[in-house]
């Protein structure tokens, strides 16, 4: 029998992990004023859940694919509903999250970032996800 060797611990490993979180969320956020833009005038609080995920992925992948973006945005996916395969579901019946964020790392690894949606009208709103413990 095999035994797989441990994989190979990165230097700096810390200092990558929080730089792909600091861009994932930069990303998001470049995103998110291109979706503005395109709803201002409208009523953005109207539009329901799925619907605003969505405008975010596909204002997110025209970041992506702007030529004038910056360098960094182009080893960056973006995908909606994913469906996971983490259990015996198969299917429509797969669990799934509302967006997921995929970067390709020189070295060919892939990094995973997960948003689960969810609409925040308020205080009252935001008080049924958070609590001590965090979101």
């Known amino acids: 029998m095999r ?3 441990p994989a190979a611990r990165v230097p700096n490993e810390a200092a990558y992990r929080d730089t792909f979180v600091q861009n994932v969320h930069r990303l998001l956020g470049m995103g998110y004023e291109k979706v503005r833009r395109t709803f201002a005038g409208s009523d953005l609080k109207s539009k329901k859940e799925p619907k605003i995920t969505g405008r975010l992925v596909e204002h997110m992948d025209k970041v992506i694919q ?3 973006s ?3 945005v182009k080893d960056y996916q973006v995908q909606e509903d994913r469906r996971l ?3 015996d579901k198969e299917g429509n019946d797969r ?3 509302d967006m997921e964020v995929v970067f390709r790392s020189p070295s060919g690894s892939w990094k995973y970032f997960h948003f689960e949606a969810k609409r925040i009208d308020g205080t ?3 008080a049924q996800y958070l609590n001590e413990a965090g979101l």
Do not use: E, F, G, M
């Open 3 to 5: 035994v797989p060797k």
């Open 66 to 68: 702007d030529r004038a």
């Open 85 to 87: 395969n983490y259990d």
């Open 124 to 126: 009252a709103s935001l």
């Open 70 to 72: 910056p360098d960094w």
């Open 95 to 97: 669990q799934y999250i």
